[in-house]
């Protein structure tokens, strides 16, 4: 393949065209960035992708970790394409100059970011989970607690990781075991299970900084009695230095279907011999603090879906491009020669199906890390507010429709590939199998649902559902101008008022009927959302396009059409698919509800 | 995992309750059968798929065939089945008592071999291809050819592919190269290459009859200058000896991401040496010979993907009574046990999902199986005319919508398992990608559904569908005496109309704007017809489920109601999808048409 992994100009357009993402060089944080800066760390971020990620995406999935000789072993690529990543800066890009960041826009740093994620996924998770962690300490870590683990991850010296589920305690974490004892002086010996721990065990970093939560001995029961704990891989000493081993014992690793690169462990704390962890901030807020960061590692997931999905997308076009298979139907002749398949619209159906889901997930996804900027950084506290809460009703739309979607593209991918697809010398089978991972972590899709119908549209009495119909109606009103795009505006506009009433309908069924009965059907409330949401971007890539085209020249032409048709595949093909939806929901359909475990 | 592979009592209720499959012994083929004999044939199938195939599955996953030494060496599992399954007769179930065979039903043959598709698909694959390469001999090849190749194949003594595809011609089949050049003694000289070829290299059997698509020199070009031969790996005097290597050599094998226990090769023809083919039947009517085989191979293929979806179904209904995770979302007391997630009603819109797909499925393909031992076998000719045409017209559905939506069963079930889903540890990881070549091969499914649209609703004006719309609505019809069952006996109506309507409208515009436009859409209009096809298959289930629940006892109780919930789950939650692609297809949408490849 001759192609990039990823067409720069979809990014450009996301940042520059739709988000303008240039105007946050108004607040006074980014007051030295402009986009020339800002494609400075996009050309790095390419380079480093291209060179040293993409290069071992396969070979790391065809040898995955393993121990040998009590450690775990990875292929050395790894390191390298790791060890640059950190020389460029890249773990502390959105981070304060104060302490060596760039202080880029996280929207921007996302950006940078979608280059790694569409090259390999696996290493990359090495420094998203490191940089999560690290946001975490940067918010709620005590200074002291910064100075020796906080800076070193900033500059990749140490990585991080994220250990909250436990064999028992997956989705529901209120049911976590693992126990804390305080020693006396602020320290804590940790002892119990951990699973699913990504990262915690390699030798890419000096130390492993794994961020636990655990519950104090005589902490209340539920989520209220857990708190989080730093707990190294290696002790640090006051002046920084690396001490004893801190008996975080690696009791197996998890042989996964994906994503094999990223060695994933069973842990167990302190079985061997004392394993000291320091509190952060105040105990039993735990889940509070871990929630702060689990809204920005959603934004990863989602866009990192979409970036598993593109990558998929893209090849499997440029391989339509080029494999010529069969004739037009009306071609009755034989011998004439056989077109690529490109020229098939059932071809052409399964590349606009992946366009349509896996550009508007990047729209989506880079339009919340903005948020996070403005949420921030605006200087108007209503803006401020305003943004953090769209945030809130956005994020389980990120997490679990992009990548509920995404996956779906990336089978169109396989299916366009045929049989070839099918092999372990393509790469868009890998793509597929990486991404099947992102409808589960980080909260599964099911919770996403629960966390959106059961939380966030209820929130505030509403007003975070109540802000984005406000946005998307002016998006709808913005549209109307353009003859071509009045169809879909007013389609936009019908869809946004049935998810208003659908949703005052369901979140009044729940006083009325119970929480129970009300959420059973939470997992199609976040499907007529998720097409909704998307819509909306698409609209308003539209609109971007329908501006632009008129004085586009070269390439941009067929560009801006493209981005036409995919809107217009997404109103006729997707958007229909939530009048089924809004009818099952209104209905409080309760057939799933009504099932009984000797039925089945 | 104590529970069996497959439930015996889903298997008995299709065969006996909902195809009433007893009444095949009147005709006088099967007359020596009886439930008895049925259920003799089913025990055997059992036995031997839980002791000898399901007890290999993972291993040939993770051992997948691999040179040595210049042959193919498969884990030594995969020969002991199939030896007991030759022992016992499988390969000759269906055959005539005079080659040794037991005469069942193709029906109660297909149901027998469910319990090997869902122990382990690959090493059944071995079986199901010779069985698919025997029917076309025993249909087509000369008597002689017959006693040198169908008998030692009737007795698993020889195995059997299909050699059809090409690098350059796999749906394009018209464009197959592979040479044959008369020998002027009715034998050919084969050259050219073949590409994913099933079981055409292993220590299996003592040979391997590979049928072998190929162009006599001089012949048309294109699908009518195709001829079919016979082209044993090693070559069979007329005493039926083998003699010496006939140059089918394995130039590579594939390397899939699943169904990896199948041996899966790219094939040259005479390039170390002269090989040899001998023709079947009639020059240049090769592929109406493999098109004959090839209805069935995909009523195999729709059966054993709902397998694949089934097997993957229970297992995660077993581990949702097992797994404790989380409470009612009505119970706060956090010191409160973990219930089972089959308490959760997401969890059980996730297990409802999969059995309104993959039962109906089943029951589809049962159905399909019935009407090949009726189409052969009943003594009136309009049965026998009626049951070919209806089967032209399910055969695909039966391919694709099948192998679609059992696919979306396995990433539910994978969903419902979590975190462990996603590793190697359970087997569900395996379904989802052993499943996921369904959807490609023996035909893709936008090749499936241009046969539908192009083809099959066309053929003798439209007799087909008729004929499908008038047994359809016989059930609608008999549904209506129960009350519970009247809204779905109108709902199915509601959509046979919509569904008639849509295609008389599609057909028409094939004539008004071509068929390049008219068929763009043909796989939403697959879709379109599978979830009605299923509608009406889950209709049926309820009729015999509200007959018997009056008089239930025990488990039957709970599992007619069980029939009846998926029922109401598929006619609430999955058939209004048809209700959008109907308005999309009645609008002749040309968005997929209209898409310039330079757009994207």
């Given at each position: 393949?001759?192609?990039?992994?990823?067409?720069?100009?979809?990014?450009?357009?996301?940042?520059?065209?739709?988000?303008?993402?240039?105007?946050?060089?108004?607040?006074?944080?980014?007051?030295?960035?402009?986009?020339?800066?800002?494609?400075?760390?996009?050309?790095?971020?390419?380079q480093i992708a291209e060179d040293l990620f993409a290069t071992h995406n396969r070979k790391a999935d065809l040898e995955e970790p393993r121990w040998v000789d009590g450690r775990v072993q990875l292929i050395p690529e790894v390191k390298q394409a790791l060890a640059e990543y950190a020389r460029a800066g890249f773990f502390a890009a959105h981070q304060d100059y104060a302490v060596g960041g760039m202080q880029l826009p996280w929207a921007v740093t996302q950006a940078c970011m979608c280059w790694f994620y569409a090259a390999n996924i696996a290493t990359t998770a090495y420094a998203f989970l490191t940089v999560a962690a690290a946001n975490l300490l940067q918010t709620f870590a005590s200074e002291e607690q910064k100075a020796r683990y906080l800076q070193p991850m900033l500059q990749g010296r140490f990585f991080g990781t994220m250990a909250m589920s436990e064999p028992n305690a997956g989705s529901s974490l209120g049911d976590v075991r693992t126990a804390?004892?305080?020693?006396?002086?602020?320290?804590?010996?940790?002892?119990?299970?951990?699973?699913?721990?990504?990262?915690?065990?390699?030798?890419?970093?000096?130390?492993?900084v794994n961020l636990v939560l655990a519950r104090i001995k005589g902490a209340p029961p539920g989520v209220k009695g857990l708190s989080l704990f730093i707990v190294p891989r290696y002790r640090v000493a006051a002046d920084?230095?690396?001490?004893?081993?801190?008996?975080?014992?690696?009791?197996?690793?998890?042989?996964?279907?994906?994503y094999r690169g990223t060695v994933n462990t069973v842990l167990n704390?302190?079985?061997?011999?004392?394993?000291?962890?320091?509190?952060?901030?105040?105990?039993?807020?735990?889940?509070?603090?871990?929630?702060?960061?689990?809204?920005e590692a959603r934004i990863v997931i989602g866009l990192s879906s979409a970036m598993l999905g593109y990558a998929g997308f893209r090849y499997s076009l440029d391989y339509a491009r080029n494999r010529p298979q069969g004739r037009s139907p009306e071609n009755k002749d034989p011998a004439a020669p056989?077109?690529?398949?490109?020229?098939?619209?059932?071809?052409?159906?399964?590349?606009?199906?992946?366009?349509?889901?896996?550009?508007?997930?990047?729209?989506?996804?880079?339009?919340?890390?903005?948020?996070?900027?403005?949420?921030?950084?605006?200087?108007?506290?209503?803006?401020?507010?305003?943004?953090?809460?769209?945030?809130?009703?956005?994020?389980?739309?990120?997490?679990?429709?992009?990548?509920?979607?995404?996956?779906?593209?990336?089978?169109?991918?396989?299916?366009?590939?045929?049989?070839?697809?099918?092999?372990?010398?393509?790469?868009?089978?890998?793509?597929?199998?990486?991404?099947?991972?992102?409808?589960?972590?980080?909260?599964?899709?099911?919770?996403?649902?629960?966390?959106?119908?059961?939380?966030?549209?209820?929130?505030?009495?509403?007003?975070?559902?109540?802000?984005?119909?406000?946005?998307?109606r002016a998006s709808a009103a913005g549209a109307a101008r353009f003859d071509a795009l009045r169809e879909y505006a007013r389609a936009l506009g019908e869809a946004l008022d049935r998810l208003e009433r659908t949703t005052a309908f369901l979140v009044?069924?729940?006083?009325?009927?119970?929480?129970?009965?009300?959420?059973?059907?939470?997992?199609?409330?976040?499907?007529?959302?998720?097409h909704t949401v998307a819509a909306w971007m698409w609209l308003r890539q539209a609109l971007v396009a329908s501006d632009k085209l008129p004085g586009a020249v070269g390439d941009d032409v067929g560009f801006y059409k493209g981005k036409l048709q995919a809107c217009r595949y997404f109103y006729r093909w997707e958007l229909p698919k939530t009048l089924a939806l809004a009818s099952l929901l209104s209905d409080l359909d309760a057939t799933c509800f009504d099932m009984q475990d000797g039925w089945f």
């Open positions: 393949m001759g192609m990039p992994i990823l067409a720069p100009r979809d990014i450009d357009f996301v940042l520059y065209e739709l988000l303008e993402v240039e105007s946050l060089s108004a607040y006074p944080r980014f007051g030295d960035h402009s986009r020339e800066t800002f494609d400075a760390a996009l050309k790095t971020a390419r804390a004892e305080p020693l006396g002086d602020g320290r804590y010996r940790l002892s119990g299970g951990k699973m699913w721990i990504s990262g915690a065990t390699h030798e890419l970093s000096g130390n492993i920084g230095s690396i001490g004893a081993d801190n008996n975080v014992v690696v009791s197996g690793l998890n042989h996964k279907m994906g704390l302190g079985e061997r011999g004392d394993c000291i962890g320091e509190i952060i901030g105040e105990p039993n807020q735990g889940l509070a603090y871990m929630f702060h960061m689990m809204n056989q077109v690529p398949i490109v020229q098939h619209a059932d071809v052409r159906r399964m590349l606009l199906a992946q366009k349509s889901y896996v550009e508007s997930a990047l729209a989506l996804g880079l339009h919340a890390a903005m948020l996070v900027d403005r949420q921030k950084n605006d200087p108007d506290p209503v803006v401020r507010e305003e943004s953090g809460l769209l945030l809130e009703f956005l994020t389980p739309i990120i997490k679990a429709w992009s990548s509920d979607w995404s996956l779906a593209a990336n089978s169109y991918a396989i299916q366009i590939l045929g049989g070839y697809g099918y092999t372990r010398d393509y790469p868009v089978e890998q793509y597929w199998r990486d991404n099947r991972l992102n409808p589960i972590h980080e909260g599964t899709n099911g919770i996403q649902a629960i966390d959106l119908l059961g939380r966030k549209v209820a929130m505030q009495k509403g007003r975070a559902l109540a802000l984005f119909l406000r946005e998307a009044g069924a729940s006083a009325r009927v119970g929480a129970a009965r009300a959420l059973a059907n939470a997992s199609p409330y976040l499907d007529l959302v998720g």
